[in-house]
């Protein structure tokens, strides 16, 4: 409802706002399946299962490229968004069925568990550096992509290829060494 008014909070050009609001209402459609991914990824992870998450990055990538060609010449940037949206999902989704076969997921109908009041402060204080870490990393991102736009579109753009690379690459190499 507000993606105008964040693209223009973000830096984009009044011309271009309502392209840019077009592709966060398309991302937005993938959002949720960011966090479900990184949460699973850290479980395969904690049982020294690397391997996983690269093949659900993998899954990604080619479903990322393969919407990207079929959707971008009829759709332009709101192919491009849904392309990556659905590259999201299809990553969830093997992500989501390795963990079931993995006996990793919850079970269908488990209770919610809610923590007593002191493990709830224990978790908080133990996720507290992460959350602090991610919140400065996000609020970096913010200011370089504002940065970026008020230097124009073509600055903008190659940051945003630049910095898509960056994280992709480092997704895939990386967290599974941390």
């Not at 480092?170 to 941390?178: G, I, K, Q, Y």
């Amino acid at each position: 409802a507000c993606a105008e008014s964040i693209a223009l909070l973000c830096g984009a050009p009044p011309a271009l706002s309502g392209r840019a609001a077009l592709y966060l209402r398309w991302r937005a459609l993938g959002a949720a399946t960011f966090q479900y991914q990184s949460v699973s990824s850290s479980a395969f992870y904690a049982t020294k299962d690397s391997a996983t998450p690269f093949r659900a990055t993998a899954v990604a990538v080619v479903v990322n490229v393969v919407g990207d060609a079929l959707l971008c010449p009829r759709w332009g940037l709101a192919g491009a968004a849904a392309a990556t949206s659905a590259a999201q999902v299809s990553s969830c989704a093997y992500l989501r069925r390795r963990l079931v076969k993995a006996g990793l997921a919850p079970q269908s109908g488990s209770p919610v568990v809610v923590p007593s009041r002191a493990k709830a402060r224990e978790l908080l204080t133990e996720t507290l550096p992460h959350g602090v870490v991610c919140a400065s990393r996000t609020a970096f991102y913010f200011l370089l992509g504002r940065w970026c736009c008020q230097l124009g579109v073509v600055a903008s753009a190659a940051q945003q290829i630049t910095s898509t690379v960056f994280w992709g690459s480092s997704s895939a190499s990386a967290e599974p060494m941390s």
